[in-house]
């Protein structure tokens, strides 16, 4: 017999975006949160720079600004009444946090300190402005902290170490989850007026990425099965500051407090791409800029990398030169950026004091994932349908406030807004709603046949060596630059692993801690991803955002101002719907 657990809402996933809708639900209603991870270990703890928020503490700034700037960043892709919503209620948002007890730096009158970051400007000077609130280069780190003991507090029942591996859905409806239990291997059926899953990134699809081992996602897949769509997956975010290799993130905190790129010759060369925002541009862009030193041999030592230089007596000669009066010194960067400066020195070997530091653009975030209204509603199709009691929040979803580029600290206050406003969503749901009966016994049978086809497989294929070719082809045809010649030959590589996947085997039968069973069903999990990712960047036959086409340099608005849905049934569907452009017509994206 399956272990059964019945709540009103359900919560899948423990980083902002979940502990936060966990939160509002549970003032209304009976709520629990599933998690893989223990929950203070969700990638929202490594978000390093800020959270941004148009609160004015240290120049003029307003939320129309700041939505602005989402949407131009987004490459007018974004729905703009859900950038509105963002950028407004980003503002009461930080303030809810640190009346939680969110320790955020201060100016020396007290107030939330801010911070320059990527593409955030003051509209009519052009100029950065200090948008991005923050603790140390720790906000998500107290984020997740202030967040979680929030939760404890309001009696929000917890189940760590629980693996999500099936949504139940049926009639269009969502009636819970099945989970395993990491320890044990058992499988327990969760019964649910509402389900938000908010089950963070995906991007181990990719080798260099920035990304935690747990993001694979598990519930993209899971819906995606169940017949319901994803929207914008081809447009994921590369990056442009992972550490040389690794792709461990240096934040562009660092940038925010005034380091720049230098290539070879020494040059700063996003003088010459960029004149107005130089190294401060969006993350697209300083990319693809990278990539063309690179390409054009000024990498350093020819190589497929350039620096990031923040030594401090660099960083006020650059100062100086753009007119800017701040002078900083070794003791602020220690300050401001110490894990930043950590990582460099532990990862790399090197004191980014004292020298520079060998980055490459690195896969980040995710634009795309499970649509939803600005109520975090999961969307059906195409026409705004919704699957009465599913919900979906934070990175995973697409509302879409990033549109086919996410701005630095953007996703922060993504995770509290919408977060919230699907807690609220969900409670008022639960309390007109009644359970709907499920089938509890074929639900969990249906759990565990999947984990049993693996567990039991006797074929000849590793999962370790799938992943790496799926993350080797990634990494090559589906990354910063894409050509349809590429994109052709990734999904033809994905589909060979499919079919190998189908014959894998694995050493560990048990049912205790079995990460090798639980690797290997995310690698599933993965694959569906890539299939579906590399199939809407071979359909969008234009360059916007992060989704770079060489073969189609210019963004099409006449063809392709317009979100992708995808399905997979059996084969793949896509589908476009319109994007909501409520006040500002698309402009041609100059900084
Ligand atoms: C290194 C790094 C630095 C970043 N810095 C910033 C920044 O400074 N500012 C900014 O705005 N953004 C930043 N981002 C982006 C931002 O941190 C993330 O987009 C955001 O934290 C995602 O939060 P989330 O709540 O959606 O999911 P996450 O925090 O990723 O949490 C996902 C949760 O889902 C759970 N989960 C996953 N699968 C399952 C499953 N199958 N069953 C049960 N539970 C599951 C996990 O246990 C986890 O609790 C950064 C990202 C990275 C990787």
């Given at each position: 017999?399956?272990?059964?657990?019945?709540?009103?809402?359900?919560?899948?996933?423990?980083?902002?975006?979940?502990?936060?809708?966990?939160?509002?639900?549970?003032?209304?209603?009976?709520?629990?949160?599933?998690?893989?991870?223990?929950?203070?270990?969700?990638?929202?703890?490594?978000?390093?720079?800020?959270?941004?928020?148009?609160?004015?503490?240290?120049?003029e700034d307003k939320w129309?600004?700041?939505?602005?700037?989402?949407?131009?960043?987004?490459?007018?892709?974004?729905?703009?009444?859900?950038?509105?919503?963002?950028?407004?209620?980003?503002?009461?948002?930080?303030?809810?946090?640190?009346?939680?007890?969110?320790?955020?730096?201060?100016?020396?009158?007290?107030?939330?300190?801010?911070?320059?970051?990527?593409?955030?400007?003051?509209?009519?000077?052009?100029?950065?402005?200090?948008?991005?609130?923050?603790?140390?280069?720790?906000?998500?780190?107290?984020?997740?902290?202030?967040?979680?003991?929030?939760?404890?507090?309001?009696?929000?029942?917890?189940?760590?170490?629980?693996?999500?591996?099936?949504?139940?859905?049926?009639?269009?409806?969502?009636?819970?989850?099945?989970?395993?239990?990491?320890?044990?291997?058992?499988?327990?059926?969760?019964?649910?007026?509402?389900?938000?899953?908010?089950?963070?990134?995906?991007?181990?699809?990719?080798?260099?990425?920035?990304?935690a081992h747990s993001l694979?996602?598990?519930?993209?897949?899971?819906?995606?099965?169940?017949?319901?769509?994803?929207?914008?997956?081809?447009?994921?975010?590369?990056?442009?500051?992972?550490?040389?290799?690794?792709?461990?993130?240096?934040?562009?905190?660092?940038?925010?407090?005034?380091?720049?790129?230098?290539?070879?010759?020494?040059?700063?060369?996003?003088?010459?791409?960029?004149?107005?925002?130089?190294?401060?541009?969006?993350?697209?862009?300083?990319?693809?800029?990278?990539?063309?030193?690179?390409?054009?041999?000024?990498?350093?030592?020819?190589?497929?990398?350039?620096?990031?230089?923040?030594?401090?007596?660099?960083?006020?000669?650059?100062?100086?030169?753009?007119?800017?009066?701040?002078?900083?010194?070794?003791?602020?960067l220690e300050t401001r950026?110490?894990?930043?400066?950590?990582?460099?020195?532990?990862?790399?070997?090197?004191?980014?004091?004292?020298?520079?530091?060998?980055?490459?653009?690195?896969?980040?975030?995710?634009?795309?994932?499970?649509?939803?209204?600005?109520?975090?509603?999961?969307?059906?199709?195409?026409?705004?349908?919704?699957?009465?009691?599913?919900?979906?929040?934070?990175?995973?979803?697409?509302?879409?406030?990033?549109?086919?580029?996410?701005?630095?600290?953007?996703?922060?206050?993504?995770?509290?807004?919408?977060?919230?406003?699907?807690?609220?969503?969900?409670?008022?749901?639960?309390?007109?709603?009644?359970?709907?009966?499920?089938?509890?016994?074929?639900?969990?049978?249906?759990?565990?046949?999947?984990?049993?086809?693996?567990?039991?497989?006797?074929?000849?294929?590793?999962?370790?060596?799938?992943?790496?070719?799926?993350?080797?082809?990634?990494?090559?045809?589906?990354?910063?630059?894409?050509?349809?010649?590429?994109?052709?030959?990734?999904?033809?590589?994905?589909?060979?692993?499919?079919?190998?996947?189908?014959?894998?085997?694995?050493?560990?039968?048990?049912?205790?801690?079995?990460?090798?069973?639980?690797?290997?069903?995310?690698?599933?999990?993965?694959?569906?991803?890539?299939?579906?990712?590399?199939?809407?960047?071979?359909?969008?036959?234009?360059?916007?955002?992060?989704?770079?086409?060489?073969?189609?340099?210019?963004?099409?608005?006449?063809?392709?101002?317009?979100?992708?849905?995808?399905?997979?049934?059996?084969?793949?569907?896509?589908?476009?719907?319109?994007?909501?452009?409520?006040?500002?017509?698309?402009?041609?994206?100059?900084?």
């Amino acid at each position: 017999m399956p272990q059964y657990h019945q709540f009103d809402a359900l919560v899948v996933g423990a980083g902002g975006a979940g502990l936060m809708a966990a939160l509002y639900a549970s003032k209304g209603v009976n709520t629990a949160v599933i998690s893989k991870l223990y929950p203070t270990r969700s990638h929202t703890g490594t978000a390093q720079g800020g959270i941004s928020a148009a609160l004015g503490n240290l120049e003029e700034d307003k939320w129309e600004w700041h939505a602005y700037d989402t949407i131009k960043g987004g490459d007018f892709l974004c729905d703009q009444d859900a950038v509105d919503i963002m950028c407004r209620e980003a503002i009461d948002a930080v303030i809810d946090l640190e009346h939680m007890g969110l320790p955020f730096d201060r100016t020396p009158d007290g107030k939330i300190s801010q911070r320059r970051f990527g593409g955030h400007t003051n509209n009519e000077t052009k100029k950065p402005v200090m948008r991005a609130c923050h603790a140390a280069d720790r906000t998500g780190h107290m984020i997740l902290q202030t967040l979680y003991q929030n939760c404890i507090k309001n009696n929000v029942k917890f189940f760590d170490e629980f693996q999500v591996i099936d949504v139940l859905i049926e009639d269009g409806k969502c009636n819970g989850v099945v989970a395993v239990q990491l320890a044990t291997g058992e499988i327990h059926v969760f019964h649910s007026k509402a389900t938000l899953i908010a089950t963070g990134g995906f991007g181990k699809m990719w080798k260099v990425t920035s990304n935690a081992h747990s993001l694979t996602g598990d519930l993209p897949a899971a819906v995606l099965r169940r017949g319901l769509p994803l929207e914008d997956m081809e447009f994921f975010q590369f990056h442009p500051t992972g550490v040389y290799k690794l792709g461990i993130l240096l934040s562009e905190a660092a940038r925010g407090e005034g380091a720049v790129f230098i290539n070879d010759k020494g040059e700063r060369f996003m003088e010459r791409y960029m004149p107005t925002l130089k190294d401060l541009a969006p993350r697209d862009i300083c990319s693809r800029c990278i990539y063309t030193e690179i390409r054009e041999g000024r990498g350093i030592g020819g190589k497929d990398y350039v620096y990031l230089d923040f030594r401090p007596e660099q960083i006020n000669k650059y100062f100086e030169a753009d007119g800017n009066p701040k002078r900083i010194d070794a003791h602020y960067l220690e300050t401001r950026l110490p894990d930043i400066i950590e990582f460099a020195r532990v990862y790399q070997g090197i004191d980014p004091i004292k020298e520079p530091v060998p980055i490459q653009p690195t896969a980040h975030y995710a634009m795309g994932g499970i649509p939803t209204d600005n109520d975090a509603r999961v969307l059906a199709d195409e026409t705004g349908r919704i699957v009465e009691g599913l919900y979906a929040a934070g990175e995973v979803a697409c509302v879409s406030v990033h549109g086919a580029n996410r701005l630095g600290t953007n996703s922060l206050v993504d995770l509290v807004v919408f977060g919230k406003r699907g807690g609220i969503a969900m409670a008022e749901y639960c309390k007109q709603a009644s359970f709907r009966p499920i089938h509890r016994d074929a639900a969990a049978k249906a759990g565990a046949a999947q984990l049993d086809r693996i567990r039991n497989n006797n074929g000849n294929e590793r999962p370790h060596a799938i992943r790496k070719e799926m993350q080797a082809v990634m990494d090559e045809k589906v990354g910063v630059y894409r050509t349809g010649a590429g994109l052709e030959e990734a999904i033809d590589k994905i589909h060979e692993l499919q079919a190998r996947y189908k014959r894998i085997r694995i050493d560990d039968k048990g049912f205790k801690w079995n990460t090798d069973l639980m690797e290997a069903w995310e690698l599933g999990a993965l694959l569906d991803l890539a299939e579906v990712t590399a199939f809407a960047a071979l359909a969008r036959t234009e360059s916007r955002g992060g989704h770079y086409r060489e073969d189609y340099p210019n963004r099409d608005d006449v063809n392709f101002l317009k979100h992708s849905m995808v399905w997979k049934n059996g084969t793949i569907t896509l589908k476009y719907k319109p994007v909501r452009i409520t006040r500002i017509p698309p402009q041609e994206r100059k900084y």
